[in-house]
């Protein structure tokens, strides 16, 4: 039975969300991958199926604060969606080692699927008014420095950092909470 601090409770409420790749492979190291992710948000978000607040796309997870009316079933169906087309994605590109090393990572419970991209959950965290919306928000922006991989969190493309620091992102986000 799932930890109840790890269960959607609210309808329409906001989240914090991590999406991690099995066994911590890093799958979004080329460009086209990332946009798998992107396109995905875009399209929920054109459907009026999800409101994004804020997100980085790291090289082996993906941290998002977001709602939706039916936040569960839509985070399934974005995980569904976009470990299809990654593994579809590297197939074409003969990611044979990546490939295995997924295969490697099924579930004992489900025989026959032959490879798992996402681990399970999502571990969903409510937010709990402005200030953890803050904290959230800023743990997001700060990620890629924490890891190295750059000095400023507007340098890092793959998140929300520039849409709050009132420049253009690569998807829109809603930053009046």
Not at 126 to 151: A, S
């Amino acid at each position: 039975m799932p930890r109840s601090r790890y269960l959607v409770h609210g309808d329409a409420q906001p989240y914090f969300l991590t999406c991690t790749v099995i066994n911590w492979l890093p799958v979004f190291t080329q460009p086209q991958a990332a946009e798998i992710v992107l396109n995905s948000w875009r399209f929920l978000q054109q459907e009026g199926r999800l409101v994004l607040y804020g997100f980085v796309i790291l090289v082996n997870h993906v941290h998002m604060v977001a709602s939706s009316s039916d936040l569960s079933k839509t985070i399934g169906e974005f995980k569904s969606f976009t470990a299809r087309e990654l593994l579809k994605l590297l197939g074409q590109r003969s990611a044979r080692t990546l490939l295995w090393q997924l295969t490697r990572g099924r579930s004992p419970s489900d025989p026959q699927r032959v490879r798992h991209l996402w681990r399970p959950g999502s571990h969903p965290q409510e937010i709990l008014g402005e200030d953890m919306m803050r904290q959230k928000i800023e743990y997001i922006h700060q990620n890629p420095v924490m890891r190295g991989y750059v000095d400023d969190p507007l340098h890092w493309r793959l998140s929300s950092a520039r849409n709050y620091a009132g420049m253009e992102g690569v998807i829109a986000v809603k930053t009046d909470w």
